[in-house]
């Protein structure tokens, strides 16, 4: 069974950090994009960060650029978010995605799922003022 599990998810303070994991399982995503989304209710789905399969390009959408870094271990077929001063605004389910068609770049312009890629069913991310 293919499975894209996040975890690390909670409430938080305004200012800090949380670290969120997506342990992949079922087949190996080590030659995929892999990213992270957020969906706010009552929202569209919003692109966050993505991360090429070596590690070696990483692409973050404006609104988190400079505090969360996308990171992955290829050898335990996980991807992380360490997501630093935190927002109110960054309260949202964070959903990872594997993608093994679309570059860091294309992510950021995927408006939903595809024919090919994974998602993971989310991790709740509250941030309190």
């Known amino acids: 069974q293919v499975q894209l599990v996040e975890s690390g998810g909670g409430l938080v303070q305004a200012g800090g950090s949380l670290r969120l994991s997506c342990a992949a399982s079922?087949?190996?995503?080590?030659?995929?994009?892999m990213g992270w989304f957020r969906q706010a209710p009552g929202k569209e789905r919003e692109f966050v960060a993505a991360?090429?399969?070596?590690?070696?390009?990483?692409y973050y959408a404006d609104s988190v650029k400079g505090r969360f870094t996308i990171a992955r271990d290829n050898a335990k077929n996980t991807l992380y978010l360490q997501m630093n001063s935190l927002k109110p605004e960054d309260t949202a389910v964070y959903v990872c995605?594997?993608?093994?068609?679309?570059?860091?770049?294309?992510?950021?312009?995927?408006?939903?799922?595809?024919?090919?890629?994974?998602w993971g069913q989310g991790t709740q991310v509250t941030v309190s003022s």
């Open positions: 079922g087949r190996t995503f080590s030659r995929d994009t």
């Open positions: 995605n594997a993608d093994p068609t679309l570059g860091p770049y294309g992510l950021g312009s995927k408006t939903g799922p595809n024919q090919y890629d994974y």
């Open positions: 991360i090429s399969w070596s590690g070696g390009s990483r």
